[in-house]
């Protein structure tokens, strides 16, 4: 009986490796599970899970962040700012690089979305990087590592699901998180300036005549748009969490308004596209929640069977510290994002740490921000990143896989010493917490 737990861990996860749907298999097999080693209330049970996510008004921020990306996306104001950001940087050798990196994070913190971010930023800046004479692999490396800064930098989706699944304030995720966001944006940055300097025809800085015509072109007020528009946004989603003006979940709702607004000053907002937005904001919270769904069932039959218990006693009984337990967590977590969605992981390994994470005294919002942090690695490292995949469905064909495998790995070893400090130095996520504690007080 004791190994029965496991056994349906193993067997799902493989069936989700197979290619099977992760909801119906999640779902499927937990049910029939529960029926077999439980009696028919075991649906009442389920039901009652269902309804208790139906309630969870935390949950009500993954639709209308989600909503506030495509929009952003689909108007066109991400890709203003990112050619605007670029002709600023132009003259500076390595300024369309920096430029991404700089839009990455802002993109981050204003849709948290990481497929639409990388592959809004490949088909806008690709090209250019690649006609300005960039080398592909630093092209490539730096358009997928800053599409995945959606992960960490708040107002994140992944963040989000984090603190439901560990029962964690996602308000104190978001603050803590900040830091640690900008820190990856800064050595993104010195990592660029590194190769510049080291080999400063992998990225020349762009021709005069293409500056002088565009500040022909457009105006300061154009300019001021670009860069002033995202920012109002960034900092009514996220000022009013940090400064406990509005919940999470409220915030969300300021965000999804306000790139509403900011969509139809500038006149890029009709009823074509508001369907659009719509629609794909539909396709993708239904998958969110189908599989919240199956994990749920997944979740009562493990607890049922006292699988969380079972592995408390195991790492209890072989005397493993929990530093040691919590590099075992990471790896696997990382390993387990070469093949599935950061939505699987966190609904399926996730809820069956949560229980040992807390009787082991570890701190879950410590312990979060490194797992979004190590997510977003495992959606850079080759051979199924899935930020790969993106960036390669929007690239001209003389890219290759090997180029983009090679131009994300320094930015994955930076991840994994960042991750590794972070590990060492868990009062470094408290910073901007105690910071705004101190303003507040």
Do not use: C, H
Request: net charge neutral; no cysteine.
């Amino acid at each position: 009986m004791d190994s029965i737990p496991i056994i349906l861990f193993l067997i799902i996860f493989i069936l989700i490796l197979l290619g099977y749907p992760v909801a119906l298999t999640l779902g499927g097999i937990s049910v029939i599970t529960g029926l077999i080693f439980f009696d028919i209330d075991f649906f009442y049970l389920v039901s009652l899970r269902i309804y208790g996510i139906m309630n969870n008004f935390v949950l009500l921020a993954v639709p209308l962040f989600i909503f506030m990306g495509l929009t952003l996306e689909k108007s066109g104001i991400a890709e203003r700012l990112l050619e605007t950001m670029a002709i600023l940087f132009g003259k500076i050798r390595g300024g369309l690089a920096y430029s991404v990196i700089i839009v990455g994070g802002m993109l981050a913190a204003s849709t948290g979305i990481v497929g639409a971010t990388v592959v809004t930023m490949g088909l806008i800046s690709l090209p250019t990087m690649l006609k300005r004479g960039y080398d592909k692999k630093l092209a490539t490396g730096v358009i997928a590592s800053s599409g995945t800064l959606g992960q960490i930098i708040p107002p994140s989706v992944v963040l989000v699901l984090l603190g439901s699944v560990l029962n964690v304030s996602v308000g104190n995720l978001f603050i803590s998180a900040v830091l640690p966001g900008i820190t990856l944006v800064v050595f993104y940055i010195i990592y660029v300036y590194i190769i510049t300097l080291l080999k400063p025809e992998y990225a020349p800085p762009m021709p005069d005549e293409i500056v002088k015509d565009f500040k022909k072109k457009t105006s300061i007020k154009k300019i001021i748009n670009a860069f002033l528009l995202p920012f109002i946004l960034i900092f009514a989603v996220l000022g009013s969490i940090f400064f406990g003006i509005a919940s999470p979940t409220e915030a969300a709702g300021i965000g999804a308004a306000g790139a509403l607004f900011l969509s139809f000053l500038q006149g890029s907002l009709n009823i074509m596209k508001i369907k659009e937005i719509s629609s794909e904001t539909t396709k993708l919270t239904s998958i969110v929640f189908m599989i919240l769904l199956g994990a749920t069932s997944f979740s009562l039959v493990f607890r049922g069977l006292e699988g969380d218990k079972i592995i408390v006693d195991l790492i209890t009984s072989s005397s493993l510290s929990p530093e040691i337990f919590l590099v075992y967590v990471l790896v696997s977590v990382f390993v387990a994002g070469f093949f599935i969605d950061f939505i699987e992981i966190i609904f399926i390994v996730v809820p069956v740490i949560t229980p040992i994470l807390l009787a082991l005294n570890i701190d879950l919002i410590w312990v979060g921000i490194m797992l979004a942090i190590n997510l977003q690695t495992s959606f850079l490292t080759p051979p199924f990143g899935f930020s790969l995949f993106y960036l390669k469905s929007v690239s001209p064909k003389d890219v290759r896989t090997m180029d983009i495998y090679k131009g994300v790995l320094p930015f994955v070893l930076i991840q994994i010493l960042f991750l590794l400090y972070l590990f060492l130095n868990p009062d470094f996520i408290y910073i901007v917490p105690k910071l705004i504690s101190g303003y507040k007080s």
